[in-house]
């Protein structure tokens, strides 16, 4: 094959950069450091604090050129992050999610740069009303572990594209792919403009601290919580992906084989490691056995019978999150539930590399059921009636998605009408995150605010009203001293009559 000896090349490569880039003792980013870039982020923004269409564009097209030239080298340090992670899986969903954001934000910057025109009240009619979206100033960037690319690189499509300045946090457990991320970046963007961060900050307070004019934070909701308290000391406004137990709803007419492969991969994909992941499969109570063995049966056609050396699956991250996962399964089981693997699995043989497992006859009580599993587990729940199945979402936390898999139109909108989540995806799972002319964010639990789109554009952009009076406009017949006719009229007209009988 042309690639097969592509991987030891770029190994190499990457063992030569994390050493070229690896930190010193004495050199280890401290709070003191940190603060020097954000300051000088900030003079850097208040000496050009409105970049025009050409240096907005200028700075995307530089962005897409990167990533697709360190495509190959980022996902040889993802693979090394994971200990194994497919290349085709880092490349379709990190890079390809990135470069088609990218496109999005190109093709329609210049239209969402102009202003927006607005309608003045009738009492101010002739006058001009209209938005203008001004660049914030410095954002703030915490991106995860599980798609550390893609979750770095799309909120900075975003503040890029409004004219923002960008500190990027990378998480402390992917180090190989932090360090392609600071290179590739340090390229094209002047720290003033761009800087990456990652496990060289001992403590992340010292980065949610800093007074930044806006933050995106994409992680658990706990961490999440976190995150919002610190940037409430300095005002600062948030954009929180959080997750949660995102639901497939599977209805009673649906193809089980269809419904089965979908949510499979959805929950196999990055091993389950995903914020939008099918957390767990609501089936009708008469199909639950089916959709097992065709789960399983999909499993093993994506994947084989043996995922050891399969080399599209992914492990998970490390040992403490393989831990959790084992423990969940484990407190399952102690409280009654059955629990298949999709395939062969021996912890001392596969190690992290652990295929997917069904449980079912889940109850409240489990862990499974109560916490976000972000791993390759897939509870499956049994209902009878569709309104039993709502309920059962609206029980729970408000998820980030939410799946549901039927034919019927009347069925899906009495879903979507009952239900919240951040995002839907119908007849199948996930697609919607990186369909970027939508937005993409959570609700209550899941998050707040979005940054795909020109939502994104507009969430890390300031909304600054700006009215116009015309030079002939009246305005002196609103100033004292009042009483005169046209302030009689304006308020007969607006306001009516008082209820003369109220005392």
Request: net charge positive; charged share 20%; hydrophobic share 40%.
């Amino acid at each position: 094959m042309p690639g097969a000896h592509r991987v030891p090349h770029m190994e190499e490569k990457l063992v030569n950069l994390l050493q070229a880039t690896r930190p010193s003792a004495d050199h280890t980013m401290s709070g003191r450091n940190l603060a020097e870039v954000f300051e000088n982020q900030c003079s850097a923004f208040e000496a050009s604090p409105y970049p025009d269409f050409y240096s907005r564009r200028q700075r995307l097209i530089a962005l897409k050129r990167q990533i697709i030239r360190y495509q190959d080298l980022l996902a040889t340090a993802m693979d090394k992050d994971f200990s194994k992670r497919s290349h085709n899986e880092s490349k379709m969903f990190d890079l390809l999610g990135a470069v088609l954001q990218v496109n999005h934000a190109i093709c329609h910057l210049r239209r969402w740069m102009k202003p927006s025109r607005r309608v003045a009240e009738l009492l101010f009619m002739t006058n001009s009303l209209q938005v203008q979206y001004q660049p914030k100033g410095v954002v703030g960037v915490i991106a995860p572990w599980n798609f550390p690319v893609y979750l770095a690189l799309g909120p900075l499509v975003s503040a890029l594209a409004a004219g923002n300045r960008v500190m990027i946090k990378m998480s402390e457990i992917t180090p190989a792919t932090n360090a392609v991320m600071r290179r590739m970046l340090a390229e094209v963007f002047s720290e003033d403009e761009v800087a990456v961060f990652g496990e060289e900050i001992s403590d992340p307070n010292a980065f949610t601290s800093l007074p930044f004019n806006h933050i995106v934070f994409t992680g658990s909701p706990s961490v999440g919580r976190i995150v919002m308290r610190s940037a409430a000391e300095n005002l600062t406004p948030v954009t929180l992906e959080l997750g949660g137990k995102s639901p497939a709803l599977v209805t009673r007419h649906y193809p089980v084989r269809d419904a089965a492969k979908r949510i499979t991969h959805g929950k196999a994909t990055n091993c389950g490691q995903i914020c939008v992941a099918p957390d767990y499969a609501l089936v009708p109570r008469e199909l639950v056995n089916a959709f097992v063995k065709e789960s399983q049966a999909s499993f093993t056609r994506l994947f084989g019978t043996d995922v050891a050396d399969n080399t599209d699956y992914t492990s998970v991250i490390n040992d403490r999150h393989l831990t959790r996962i084992h423990d969940s399964l484990a407190d399952a089981k102690s409280k009654g539930a059955n629990v298949i693997p999709c395939a062969a699995y021996d912890a001392a043989r596969h190690g992290r590399r652990m295929p997917m497992h069904i449980v079912t006859g889940c109850t409240a009580e489990m862990r499974v059921m109560r916490e976000e599993l972000f791993g390759p587990i897939l509870p499956v729940v049994a209902y009878d009636s569709i309104d039993e199945a709502i309920a059962f979402i609206n029980r729970g936390e408000r998820p980030l998605a939410l799946y549901c898999f039927g034919h019927d139109a009347t069925e899906r909108d009495e879903v979507l009408r009952r239900t919240h989540s951040g995002g839907v995806t119908i007849n199948d799972w996930g697609w919607h995150v990186i369909n970027h002319d939508a937005p993409f964010g959570g609700v209550g639990n899941s998050g707040m605010g979005t940054y795909h789109g020109v939502e994104g554009f507009r969430e890390l952009s300031h909304a600054k009203s700006v009215f116009k009076r015309q030079r002939f406009f009246p305005i002196d017949l609103f100033y004292p001293p009042y009483g005169n006719w046209v302030q009689h009229l304006s308020l007969r007209l607006f306001l009516g009559k008082a209820d003369p009988t109220l005392k």
